[in-house]
C-alpha cells in the first residue's frame, strides 16, 4: 500500500530534550516535506528537501533540523524543543515538484513540549 | 497581505445546497493551485489541482483567475461527508514551496 508513515503519532516531552520524528514514503517520490499545524494560523512549511542530499528551508524554519539521505526517509530533527513547538506536525511527499503532482501526507504527530 | 487568504468561514449549508469557496493569492508567478481537504485532526488529502481552464470532477468544480489572483471551489448538492475543512494551497515564493491558506470549514446540515 502507497503510503507516508510519520512516528511517534503522539509525543509529550520536556524542554530542552532531543527528538527526531521519523517520515518514510513507499513510493519512490522526489519531493518530501513537513509542516506544521497550529490553530489559527493553518499550516506552514518547515524544511523541504527536492530529492537526496538536497533541503530547502520553508516558511518556519527556526529550531528545527532535516535531512535526506535516503529518497525514502525525511527525519524532522528538533534540537532543542520549546513550548512553542508543541503543535501537529504532518509529512507528506510527492512524485516531484513539477506543477500538478499531489502530496500525499503522512497522519501526523502530535507533539506537546512541557 | 498574506500570501494565500481565504474565505474565514464556517459555512454552515443544508444538504443538497451549492457551495462556494474563494481563495486569493499574492505571488503573481504562482504556477500551482490546489485544494485539499481536511477533516477533524486527520491529514490533508488533495481534492484536485486547479488549472487554467478550469476543472470539474463530479460535484466538484475548481477555477482560476490569474488576473484577480484568485481561485475558487464549487461544490454542488452538498452532502453530509463534504463536511471538512477545505485548504486552497498555492505554490511559494521561491517555487519550490507550498503555501497553505488557513481554511474554510464547512457544515453540511441534514
Known amino acids: 500500500e502507497a503510503q507516508v508513515t510519520q512516528n511517534p503519532r503522539y509525543l509529550i516531552t520536556v524542554t530542552g530534550k532531543k527528538l527526531t520524528v521519523t517520515c518514510s514514503q513507499n513510493m519512490n517520490h522526489e519531493y518530501m516535506s513537513w509542516y506544521r499545524q497550529d490553530p489559527g494560523l493553518g499550516l506552514r512549511q518547515i524544511y523541504y528537501s527536492m530529492n537526496v542530499e538536497v533541503t530547502d528551508k520553508g516558511d518556519v524554519p527556526e529550531g528545527y533540523k532535516v535531512s535526506r539521505k535516503e529518497k525514502r526517509n525525511f527525519p524532522l530533527i528538533l534540537e532543542s524543543p520549546s513550548p512553542n513547538q508543541t503543535s501537529l506536525y504532518f509529512c507528506?511527499?510527492?512524485?516531484?515538484?513539477?506543477?500538478?503532482?499531489?502530496?500525499?501526507f503522512g497522519p501526523g504527530t502530535r507533539l506537546t513540549v512541557t | 497581505r498574506k500570501e494565500v487568504e481565504q474565505d474565514p468561514g464556517p459555512f454552515n449549508v443544508p444538504e443538497g445546497a451549492t457551495v462556494a469557496f474563494n481563495c486569493t493569492y499574492s505571488n503573481s508567478a504562482s504556477q500551482s493551485f490546489f485544494w485539499y481537504r481536511q477533516d477533524c485532526r486527520k491529514e490533508p488529502k488533495l481534492l484536485m489541482s486547479v488549472y487554467s481552464s478550469g476543472n470539474e470532477d463530479g460535484r466538484f468544480t475548481a477555477q482560476l483567475n490569474r488576473a484577480s489572483q484568485y481561485i475558487s471551489l464549487l461544490i454542488r448538492d452538498s452532502k453530509l461527508s463534504d463536511s471538512a475543512t477545505y485548504l486552497c494551497v498555492v505554490e511559494g515564493n521561491y517555487g519550490q514551496n507550498f503555501v497553505f491558506g488557513p481554511g474554510t470549514r464547512l457544515s453540511v446540515l441534514p
Open positions: 507528506a511527499s510527492s512524485l516531484s515538484k513539477v506543477a500538478g503532482y499531489e502530496q500525499y
